[in-house]
């Protein structure tokens, strides 16, 4: 038999191997770490300052809903008010509206591009692990559905503003009727061929085609609003072509526009102030979504703190995410649901009472409302209006938000 021997073993060094796998594996660990670090300080970072932008944009929201509430009351609440009240109140009125739609149309976007943020955040979410994860998935997933809310609830703004903005401007016009009828008095014969061309503002109404500002959403949204705009403007183009008929002689078709003019002039009688709650339920429902969307963000940020998930070593806590401000601007919002809900402000005296009463209304806030920091938020109430202020710790700023009790 002949003669074998066994194959040798390679002499393999294992100790340099496995220091080479447990060096992977730390500095996979780093850097999963990094990452996760990374994405929670991005994520308080941007959340903190889309707060301040967006209560910035509130605090002038306020003051512009403010100026011109002042001058709708000053004006009247009635169309009824137009025979009494100078021009000069609805041109400021219409100009106001102007700046108004304007600032909507421009928080439209600023709102659309803080959410493209955090739509990119929720993609970093996805590859946080453990409870961690799970609340900045939470964060990111709830602020996507406030976001959308919040522009359902500016588009229907801008929408229900340019429907009212309309209906001043046709009240303008109809003090031109107004002031045209005063003027040729009992000599109607005489006097309408003499002053017609003063009537040169309404030959727009004459066309089948004018529309006016959003003419075509205020028709898919508001369609009591729109009704009342149609026929309003019916309204002023029969008075102009019967006017201009009787003028140049042609009483055919002067009578013919009198019995549009004489239907339309009683569908136009009705007080505006009965449109104004149109769609209430649906945009209540709206701002109660938002809120409640909104209040899971905070809370989520709130118990990542709570669990002292918001520390890394050797770096500073990220606990500036300043979710108390955003907390009082939701204060702010609930405010004007309150108000849309009772048809009044709260009566509160004190910041302890206003608390009691947005507790009566849904979504509740009671366990976010015990872990305020006291220091920032302030209330207070004057015989006019009453006044929250919100105060940002982070950017030294204080927003204050008047609202009129009228």
């Given at each position: 038999m002949p003669f074998t021997t066994k194959p040798k073993t390679p002499n393999i060094k294992l100790q340099p191997i496995l220091l080479v796998v447990i060096l992977l594996i730390t500095l996979g660990l780093l850097t999963y770490k990094y990452y996760e670090w990374n994405t929670v300080k991005d994520l308080q970072n941007i959340f903190s300052q889309?707060?301040?932008?967006?209560?910035?944009?509130n605090e002038d929201y306020h003051k512009q809903d403010k100026e011109i509430s002042e001058l709708i009351k000053s004006f009247g609440a009635t169309q009824s008010?137009?025979?009494?009240?100078?021009?000069?109140?609805?041109?400021?009125?219409?100009?106001?509206?102007?700046?108004?739609?304007g600032?909507?149309?421009?928080?439209?976007?600023?709102?659309?591009?803080?959410?493209?943020?955090?739509?990119?955040?929720?993609?970093?979410?996805?590859?946080i692990f453990g409870q961690r994860g799970q609340y900045l998935k939470d964060i990111t997933f709830n602020l996507n559905l406030a976001y959308d809310k919040s522009l359902e609830i500016s588009n229907d703004s801008y929408i229900?503003?340019?429907?009212?903005?309309?209906?001043?401007?046709?009240?303008?016009d109809n003090a031109t009727v107004t002031a045209f009828n005063l003027k040729i008095g009992k000599d109607f014969k005489g006097n309408v061929p003499k002053f017609v061309?003063?009537?040169?503002?309404?030959?727009?109404?004459?066309?089948?085609?004018?529309?006016?500002r959003e003419e075509d959403q205020i028709k898919d949204n508001y369609p009591g609003l729109y009704e009342y705009i149609s026929n309003y403007k019916k309204y002023l183009g029969s008075f102009y072509g019967i006017m201009n008929d009787y003028a140049s002689g042609d009483l055919q078709s002067a009578a013919y526009k009198s019995a549009i003019y004489d239907q339309t002039s009683k569908k136009i009688n009705q007080d505006i102030a009965s449109l104004i709650d149109e769609n209430k339920d649906k945009r209540v429902q709206r701002v109660q979504d938002f809120l409640k969307y909104q209040f899971k963000v905070v809370e989520s940020i709130k118990q990542l703190n709570t669990d002292k998930l918001n520390r890394y070593p050797f770096t500073a806590t990220l606990n500036k995410w300043n979710e108390d401000l955003a907390l009082c601007h939701l204060y702010d919002s609930k405010i004007g649901l309150y108000k849309t809900l009772t048809k009044e402000l709260p009566k509160s005296q004190n910041k302890e009472d206003l608390f009691k009463d947005l507790a009566t209304i849904t979504p509740k806030s009671d366990a976010l409302d015990k872990q305020i920091d006291q220091s920032q938020i302030a209330y207070s109430t004057t015989e006019k209006e009453i006044i929250l202020t919100c105060t940002d710790p982070i950017h030294k700023k204080e927003f204050i938000f008047e609202t009129l009790k009228d």
């Amino acid at each position: 038999m002949p003669f074998t021997t066994k194959p040798k073993t390679p002499n393999i060094k294992l100790q340099p191997i496995l220091l080479v796998v447990i060096l992977l594996i730390t500095l996979g660990l780093l850097t999963y770490k990094y990452y996760e670090w990374n994405t929670v300080k991005d994520l308080q970072n941007i959340f903190s300052q889309t707060q301040f932008e967006e209560m910035t944009r509130n605090e002038d929201y306020h003051k512009q809903d403010k100026e011109i509430s002042e001058l709708i009351k000053s004006f009247g609440a009635t169309q009824s008010a137009t025979a009494k009240k100078p021009s000069e109140i609805i041109d400021q009125i219409i100009s106001k509206a102007d700046v108004y739609n304007g600032f909507i149309k421009t928080d439209i976007d600023l709102t659309k591009e803080s959410q493209k943020k955090f739509v990119s955040q929720s993609q970093n979410a996805k590859y946080i692990f453990g409870q961690r994860g799970q609340y900045l998935k939470d964060i990111t997933f709830n602020l996507n559905l406030a976001y959308d809310k919040s522009l359902e609830i500016s588009n229907d703004s801008y929408i229900q503003s340019n429907a009212f903005q309309n209906v001043f401007a046709l009240w303008k016009d109809n003090a031109t009727v107004t002031a045209f009828n005063l003027k040729i008095g009992k000599d109607f014969k005489g006097n309408v061929p003499k002053f017609v061309n003063e009537l040169s503002s309404l030959s727009k109404y004459a066309s089948s085609n004018y529309k006016l500002r959003e003419e075509d959403q205020i028709k898919d949204n508001y369609p009591g609003l729109y009704e009342y705009i149609s026929n309003y403007k019916k309204y002023l183009g029969s008075f102009y072509g019967i006017m201009n008929d009787y003028a140049s002689g042609d009483l055919q078709s002067a009578a013919y526009k009198s019995a549009i003019y004489d239907q339309t002039s009683k569908k136009i009688n009705q007080d505006i102030a009965s449109l104004i709650d149109e769609n209430k339920d649906k945009r209540v429902q709206r701002v109660q979504d938002f809120l409640k969307y909104q209040f899971k963000v905070v809370e989520s940020i709130k118990q990542l703190n709570t669990d002292k998930l918001n520390r890394y070593p050797f770096t500073a806590t990220l606990n500036k995410w300043n979710e108390d401000l955003a907390l009082c601007h939701l204060y702010d919002s609930k405010i004007g649901l309150y108000k849309t809900l009772t048809k009044e402000l709260p009566k509160s005296q004190n910041k302890e009472d206003l608390f009691k009463d947005l507790a009566t209304i849904t979504p509740k806030s009671d366990a976010l409302d015990k872990q305020i920091d006291q220091s920032q938020i302030a209330y207070s109430t004057t015989e006019k209006e009453i006044i929250l202020t919100c105060t940002d710790p982070i950017h030294k700023k204080e927003f204050i938000f008047e609202t009129l009790k009228d």
